[in-house]
Nanobody, 118 residues
Framework: QVQLVESGGGSVQAGGSLRVSCLFS????????LGWFRQAPGRQREFIAT???????NYADSVKGRFTISRDNAKNTVALQMNSLQPEDTAVYYC????????????WGQGTQVTVSS
């Protein structure tokens, strides 16, 4: 069973930076597309970024140029470096793992809070 454990996050002032990381276990890491999503109070969970095993990345327009997703296939981790943070980035950030091959599988981490003050 895939498990995702997030770390990092916290509080920062607008314009600052934070990094969140996610440790993957329970299956073949290279078989998964890894991603980050976030959910602010009263809003739906939204896509931020994904990265496949080859390092190809995809970003939401709202974070493009400010956030960087990366993965370490040797350590089974995926990270999200967040720069130029704004109050609207405040949310719970979730790690996601989606298996790209059969048997398909989708897993979520427990979430980590990121708070940006103005």
């Amino acid at each position: 069973q895939v498990q995702l454990v997030e770390s990092g996050g916290g509080s920062v002032q607008a314009g600052g930076s934070l990094r969140v990381s996610c440790l993957f276990s329970g299956d073949s890491f290279s078989s998964y597309v890894l991603g980050w999503f976030r959910q602010a109070p009263g809003r739906q969970r939204e896509f931020i970024a994904t990265i496949n095993r080859g390092g190809y990345t995809n970003y939401a327009d709202s974070v493009k140029g400010r956030f960087t997703i990366s993965r370490d296939n040797a350590k089974n981790t995926v990270a999200l470096q967040m720069n130029s943070l704004q109050p609207e980035d405040t949310a719970v950030y979730y790690c996601n793992a989606a298996r790209a091959t059969i048997p398909y599988n989708n897993a979520w981490g427990q979430g980590t809070q990121v708070t940006v003050s103005s």
